[in-house]
């Protein structure tokens, strides 16, 4: 009987991982009391999430950098944006 092998997870495999890890703090943040402290932590992580999407899973890793900077400046807008709507309520 053979012992199986270690196989290294591939790149996207180990991005999946880490989305479900921080799907899940963000989903426990998020269904404790409000905070204002707690929901600039839940829409951080929110933006790393959207971060490792752009890089992984739309495969802009390796583009030019003008078209991560866009992607991360709609990423920073739309949770400035949300961030402004939630805390200033």
Same mark, same amino acid.
């Given at each position: 009987?053979?012992? $199986?092998?270690?196989m290294p %997870? ?6 999946? =991982?880490?989305?479900?890890? &921080?799907t899940t703090?963000?989903y ?5 009391a409000?905070?204002?402290l707690?929901?600039?932590a839940?829409l951080?992580?929110t $933006?790393?999430?959207g971060? %490792?999407v ?5 495969g =802009?890793?390796?583009?030019q &950098?003008?078209?991560r900077?866009?992607m991360?400046a709609?990423?920073?807008a739309?949770?400035g944006?949300i961030?402004?709507a939630y805390?200033?309520?």
């Amino acid at each position: 009987m053979k012992l $199986l092998h270690f196989m290294p %997870l591939r790149p996207c495999t180990l991005t999946w =991982l880490v989305l479900l890890g &921080l799907t899940t703090i963000t989903y426990e943040l998020g269904s404790w009391a409000s905070g204002k402290l707690l929901m600039t932590a839940v829409l951080a992580l929110t $933006l790393v999430k959207g971060e %490792l999407v752009v890089s992984y899973f739309m495969g =802009l890793r390796h583009v030019q &950098l003008l078209w991560r900077l866009v992607m991360a400046a709609y990423l920073a807008a739309v949770g400035g944006v949300i961030a402004i709507a939630y805390l200033t309520a």
